[in-house]
């Protein structure tokens, strides 16, 4: 299985990324995950992208697409991978398509603006796996905790109200044209093209759940 989960930022693609992922057996390919922890470890290309992401701009599309194309080559991804937050840009589904990455499904889940600056608030994460809680609508078992190593939470540095917003217009700017890319796509040519759903993101996280995995067939 090899899949795209669409949405804003916030729309809940980390969150239902872990139950398919857990569900198929494939690796998660969050390049957000993967950027942010270049950050924490000072690379050379965490250091080029800790300013953009803090203020919600986009890494170049050159970088993103060396190192999902490299992360996509390792054999843990033989059996299928879930990306999470990439595509995002015409160029990076372009460079999908020219280097012959055959996917099977593109899942939207989609969320309101409004809904998604009250979510983000709330948010709180676990840095080493990407686990991502919030403190009303998924809140962990121990407060403050994750579930699994029982380490701190943290709130990520772009979530406040100005970055959300601003992560937002870009979303709409940049990657929302993802959606009539691969509609048209599907439309076009069935064989080739991924098959798309659309969910709306609103409702219980479990409720969500079941609505992905039955557009998965799972
Ligand atoms: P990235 O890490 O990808 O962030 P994002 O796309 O902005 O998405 P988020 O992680 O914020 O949201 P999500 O959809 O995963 O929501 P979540 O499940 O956590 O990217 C960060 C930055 O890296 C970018 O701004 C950019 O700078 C850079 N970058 C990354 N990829 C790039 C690329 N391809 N090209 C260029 N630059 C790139 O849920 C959100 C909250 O809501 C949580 O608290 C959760 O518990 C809660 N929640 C989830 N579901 C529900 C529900 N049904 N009801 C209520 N609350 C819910
Ligand atoms: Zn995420």
Same mark, same amino acid.
């Given at each position: !299985?090899?899949?795209?989960?669409?949405?804003?930022?916030?729309?809940?693609?980390?969150?239902?990324?872990? &139950?398919?992922?857990?569900? &198929?057996?494939?690796?998660?390919?969050?390049?957000?995950? !993967?950027? *942010? %922890?270049?950050?924490k470890? +000072?690379?050379?290309?965490?250091?080029?992208?800790?300013?953009?992401? @803090?203020? +919600?701009?986009?890494?170049?599309?050159?970088i993103?697409?060396?190192?999902?194309?490299?992360?996509?080559?390792?054999?843990?991804?033989?059996?299928? &991978?879930?990306?999470?937050?990439?595509?995002?840009?015409?160029?990076?589904?372009?460079?999908?398509?020219?280097? +012959?990455?055959?996917?099977? $499904?593109?899942?939207?889940?989609?969320?309101?603006?409004?809904?998604?600056?009250?979510?983000?608030?709330?948010?709180?994460?676990?840095?080493?796996?990407?686990?991502?809680? $919030?403190?009303?609508?998924?809140?962990?078992?121990?407060?403050?905790?994750?579930?699994?190593?029982?380490?701190?939470?943290?709130?990520?540095?772009?979530? @406040?109200?100005?970055?959300?917003? $601003?992560?937002?217009?870009?979303?709409?700017?940049?990657?929302?044209?993802?959606?009539?890319?691969?509609?048209?796509? %599907?439309?076009?040519?069935?064989?080739?093209?991924p098959?798309?759903? $659309?969910?709306?993101?609103?409702g219980?996280?479990?409720?969500? *759940?079941?609505?992905? !995995?039955?557009?998965?067939?799972?």
């Amino acid at each position: !299985m090899r899949l795209i989960l669409l949405g804003a930022p916030g729309a809940g693609k980390g969150t239902q990324a872990q &139950f398919i992922c857990e569900a &198929f057996g494939i690796p998660q390919i969050s390049t957000g995950d !993967m950027l *942010r %922890a270049a950050v924490k470890a +000072g690379t050379e290309l965490g250091m080029k992208a800790k300013e953009i992401m @803090n203020a +919600g701009g986009l890494v170049s599309d050159d970088i993103i697409i060396g190192l999902v194309k490299d992360r996509i080559s390792q054999p843990d991804c033989a059996k299928g &991978f879930l990306f999470d937050g990439f595509p995002r840009t015409i160029p990076q589904a372009d460079a999908m398509k020219e280097a +012959g990455v055959k996917l099977d $499904h593109v899942v939207e889940i989609a969320v309101d603006d409004e809904e998604i600056v009250q979510r983000m608030s709330g948010r709180r994460v676990h840095p080493a796996s990407g686990r991502t809680y $919030h403190l009303v609508y998924n809140p962990p078992k121990v407060a403050g905790k994750d579930d699994v190593t029982g380490e701190d939470l943290i709130q990520r540095e772009d979530d @406040n109200e100005a970055t959300v917003r $601003h992560r937002l217009a870009v979303y709409h700017d940049q990657t929302a044209p993802l959606v009539e890319y691969y509609q048209a796509w %599907a439309k076009q040519d069935a064989a080739q093209a991924p098959v798309y759903s $659309h969910i709306k993101g609103v409702g219980s996280v479990e409720d969500i *759940r079941a609505q992905v !995995m039955k557009a998965l067939g799972a």
